[in-house]
């Protein structure tokens, strides 16, 4: 008969089923090994800066996006239209509105100074470069928030200023809020703070890889991988977000440029000179005015009134230094303004971006310098071309190469301000020259002013910001974290004899001789006793004070730095700290090798960060 007719099943069957149950055990193990796996990635540090990252650059990109619909509609308030074009809309408004207007924002901007902001200023990028170099990423996201409040007010309300600085402003404090929140470690800190840099440039200027590379070359100070994935996906996200809402157009419209001739090089070197005297000329404008209003008796809040005043003023004869300047910019790579209206330009955007930045309006400098940069750029090539007119390109090519040099000079970024060119136009073929203008005003303007205008910003307000982060943490360890308290002291009322004993205990080093307070007399070791004749008995008796040696001394607060230069004058390996140089009472000894183990792990700690 059939067994299968009968219920039973079959050795087949039952090694078929055993089968199936062993391959579904498997698969089950495997999966959740891989979830398990999964799971530690995910909680892994790398993994989760790299989901913080999208996180970070979506809220900064639509800060972005807000603070620019925010400009708008204070533009709309003041001007009656939210639209970028402000110089042309100032020509049909009655002269006392377009008077008036900069300084009624200044008024505003004054107010926000005088009862909102503890520092008495809005806050801008070196702030946050402050922040990334001192304060380990860490900002107070209520002061980023009113200082984007009155940076918004006065870019909306014509201060010739750009948006820039206050985005990168807004980017930070809030990659530095969600940071914080999570008690993240500086290294961490820094990463999350270029993040968000990156994504509210990206998102402003719709330029992702100048995005990213703005916040590794000013902000991060490095491109290693573990900052630079992170803030390349944060610029991105930044960018997507821009686009959704703005469509994906670059900043500026401008025909199709080629350069003519390699024997345009020459005039392009020529170029980068002279947007280097621009770029200086603007600064020394910033810098005489902010000299000029702190030697004063305005109060700081009226400053950015009676500079708002003068812009305005300005702005009756040459509207286009109104606002971020993006359509008189736009413009002059379209060839579309004379000789000498553009030497008038350049003259009347250097003055009124000196008084709106030296008069504490707030707002960015990149935007300034790319109009200043254009109108210079195309001023050049009207003279090249009525010179060399075979030779010349277009002089819309000059003015986009002398946006490049012009920006790139002052913000002391040249890598970031060719790629920001780049993306900026979505041109390609004029680089080379853009390339070559940037470097040549870069070396210039370092050689003279020997920082960019960032550094110089800080310097004011008496920060020493390094961005070297090993050199921070060599500054920052001092002698009082590096002593060995426990050393071999005796009293200067001892006696040869008694040094003789101690030293006969600790041959190999010196004891520490201090009054009756503990202050410092010297130390004794063997080599003064041998010099000395402690041997001789009439000696033996005598005070420890006729054999003592001086050696040099370090404070408590010197740092490495200071303590291998005071090594390096001195033989010993071994030298004594003190409290402070008058009463110097003794704290302990730091030992060469030990500030030396210190400095190497400061170089490792940056590396790692």
Known sequence: MDPVGDGTPDNDSRDSDSQRRRFRAAVAGETRTRLAQLARAIRGEEMQIALLALLVGALAGYAAVGFRLLIGWIQFLFYGEAAEKLYSMALGLP???????????????????????????????????????????????????????????????????????????????????????????????????????ASAVAASFNAPLAGALFALEVVVGHYRLTAFAPVVMASVTGTIVSRIHFGDFPAFIKPDYNIVSFWEFPAFALLGVTAAVAALAMMAAIIAVSFGARHSRLPVWARPVFAGLAVGAIALLFPQVLGVGYAATDRALSGEFGLWLLFGIIVAKIAATGLSIGGGCGGGIFSPSLMLGAMVGAAFGTVAASIFPELASD???????????????????????????????????????????????????????????????????????????????????????????????????????????????????????????????????????????????????????????????????DNVEE????????????????????????RGEVRQRDVMIAYRDAHEAARET
């Open 563 to 586: 303590a291998m230069q005071v090594f390096s004058r001195t033989a010993e390996t071994i030298l004594p700290v003190v409290d402070n140089p008058a009463d110097k009472t003794l």
């Open 95 to 197: 002269w006392w509105q377009v008077l008036l207007a900069p300084a009624a924002c200044g008024l505003l901007v004054g107010l926000f100074i005088r009862y909102l902001m503890p520092d008495g200023r809005p806050q801008g990028v070196a702030d946050v470069i402050e922040s990334a170099a001192l304060h380990e990423g860490r900002m107070s996201l209520r002061h980023v928030a009113l200082a984007s409040l009155a940076n918004a007010t006065s870019i909306g309300g014509g201060a010739s200023v750009g948006r820039e600085g206050p985005v990168v402003l807004l980017g930070a404090g809030l990659a530095s809020a969600v940071g914080k929140r999570l008690g993240y470690s500086r290294g961490n800190m820094l990463t999350l703070l270029g993040c968000g840099v």
């Open 395 to 557: 002089r819309g090519a000059y003015a986009l190469v002398g946006m490049g040099a012009v920006s790139g000079a002052v913000l002391g970024a040249p890598i970031s301000t060719i790629l920001i060119i780049f993306e900026l136009t979505g041109d390609y073929k004029v680089t080379l020259g853009v390339m070559f203008a940037v470097v040549i005003a870069s070396a210039i303007t370092r050689a003279v002013f020997r920082q960019s205008f960032f550094h110089w910003q800080l310097e004011q307000r008496g920060v020493a910001a390094v961005l070297d982060h090993a050199g921070l943490l060599i500054r920052r360890t001092t002698m009082a974290d590096l002593a060995h308290t426990a050393v071999p002291v005796m009293n200067n009322a001892c006696s040869v004899a008694d040094a003789r004993t101690m030293l006969i205990e600790v041959p190999d080093r010196p004891v520490y001789v201090v009054d009756d307070s503990g202050r410092l007399s010297g130390w004794v070791g063997l080599p003064e006793l041998f010099a000395y004749g402690f041997e001789a008995a009439p000696r033996a008796g005598e005070s420890v004070e006729n054999v003592i040696h001086t050696p040099p001394f370090l404070l408590e607060s």
